[in-house]
């Protein structure tokens, strides 16, 4: 390589480091002028939402929603976002002992009404007739459900509904519906171990506030299109009860390709062409200026390659090549050899080390371009991929950064295989978990 030849970044590993999108809003109080939809809901004197009121008639339905819509994942990568949300709400039967039905936070496809329902059970999500089969109306949602149906556990529950009301996985909340207590809940998924968590305050036997708690690992992508509805349904059937917002906060970010802006192919034709993707990297070269484009024989970051036996992500299987020595095998073949070798392997390497499953060992943008221009060693990197795993914490507040282990390890393809629960005292320290399937993912997540 000619000496007054340097490698200048342009266009860096679009799909390695992909542009990001996301979106944050936090509201205290309400008025008609947020970014609220309202539907048979209403605001109070207080600024809050009222879904449904303990004073109105049986069989209400109210619901409340984010106007814009939410990018859950991007076609063009298959990235799903990682989120996180926040709300206080009270649910209040005003001293009466007989009330019901609940109250839900939900993701639905982008646009959706409330359906044609009578019954409280279902709350305001999907038809009377589909309560636990909603073809017609498919969603995503966390109950707060204080009224026992024929297929709910006993007592008031909280509990994560996929396409039906009779939930994946619930915990008896300890709540407080005849003195309207107001209590606080955290929802959050990591895209990485498709894990929804849920953390959400309850009273114990002697008043003392505390922090109850359950997970589900669920691939979202499974249920829900790109682009979805956030917000909040609440129901009453022959029972009432006042359900409100107090505030509501929410946080996402996803990675996406630059200009992508249509629906994603079905999973079945990824697949399928998964194999002859092509990865375009963008360089400029000093001196004359000629830009570079070079192609690398790679699949999509979870598209999914090597046929039906092997299902491995793009990056995994970089990495597989890297520490077998063989990493230019992930050149396209048609390029036939007819590139610098010592340009390509930094290529990549530096695509690998920026796509290092620990963000904080990833390089800066100033690093990268040293190294691209030979300003700086390459990284050491381990043979193998790291996996991370997310270990429980102890009595740290919810939704915070924990802390974070690296190994190796087989990933499962299950869109949903795992659940735990737990109740957590603010005055204690002692934190105690039940568990479907025992998981080492934690039920408060790095939210990032």
């Excluded at 990549?348 to 800066?364: Q, T």
């Excluded at 790291?386 to 499962?412: D, E, F, K, M």
């Amino acid at each position: 390589m000619s000496a007054n030849v340097s490698l200048l970044t342009i266009f860096f590993i679009s799909l390695i480091i992909p542009f990001g999108t996301s979106l944050t809003f936090n509201y205290t109080s309400f008025s008609y002028d947020d970014n609220i939809s309202y539907e048979r809901a209403y605001l109070d004197s207080n600024r809050a939402i009222q879904l449904t009121s303990a004073m109105s008639r049986n069989r209400m339905v109210g619901r409340a929603s984010y106007s814009k819509p939410v990018r859950l994942w991007d076609r063009a990568t298959g990235n799903l976002t990682d989120f996180s949300t926040h709300f206080i709400f009270e649910i209040d039967s005003e001293n009466r002992t007989a009330y019901g039905d609940g109250l839900a936070f939900f993701l639905v496809p982008q646009g959706s009404r409330i359906p044609n329902v009578t019954e409280g059970g279902s709350f305001g999500l999907t038809n009377d007739d589909q309560p636990l089969n909603s073809t017609t109306n498919p969603f995503v949602a966390v109950e707060f459900d204080i009224f026992q149906n024929p297929w709910d556990p006993r007592r008031e529950h909280v509990g994560i509904d996929i396409n039906s009301v009779r939930s994946v996985s619930n915990l008896t909340w300890l709540s407080d519906i005849r003195d309207g207590q107001r209590s606080e809940a955290w929802i959050s998924y990591n895209s990485s171990t498709w894990n929804l968590s849920v953390v959400f305050t309850g009273i114990s036997e002697n008043s003392t506030v505390m922090q109850q708690g359950l997970h589900y690992n669920v691939y979202l992508r499974l249920y829900l299109p790109e682009f979805v509805t956030i917000g909040f349904s609440a129901a009453t059937g022959g029972l009432n009860a006042t359900f409100t917002i107090y505030s509501w906060e929410f946080s996402s970010s996803l990675e996406v390709k630059a200009n992508s802006t249509d629906q994603a192919p079905p999973l079945g034709d990824r697949r399928r062409r998964s194999k002859n993707t092509k990865l375009g990297l963008g360089l400029g070269l000093g001196g004359g200026g000629v830009v570079l484009i070079c192609s690398l024989v790679l699949v999509w970051f979870i598209g999914i390659c090597r046929g039906s036996k092997g299902q491995v992500y793009m990056v995994q299987w970089v990495w597989e090549l890297y520490g077998s020595g063989k990493l230019l095998e992930a050149a396209d073949p048609r390029l036939s050899k007819a590139f610098e070798k010592q340009q390509m392997e930094y290529l990549m390497i530096i695509g690998l080390w920026c796509a290092h499953p620990d963000e904080n060992l990833r390089p800066s943008i100033r690093q990268a371009i040293q190294v691209l221009n030979f300003e700086a060693s390459l990284p050491v990197l381990p043979p193998k991929m790291p996996v991370p795993t997310y270990l429980i914490p102890s009595a740290n507040p919810p939704i915070s950064v924990q802390s974070l282990t690296y190994g190796s390890g087989a990933y499962s393809d299950e869109s949903h295989n795992q659940s735990s629960s737990y109740n957590y005292n603010t005055n204690s320290s002692q934190l105690t978990t039940s568990s479907g399937t025992s998981s080492p993912s934690a039920a408060l997540l790095n939210t990032r």
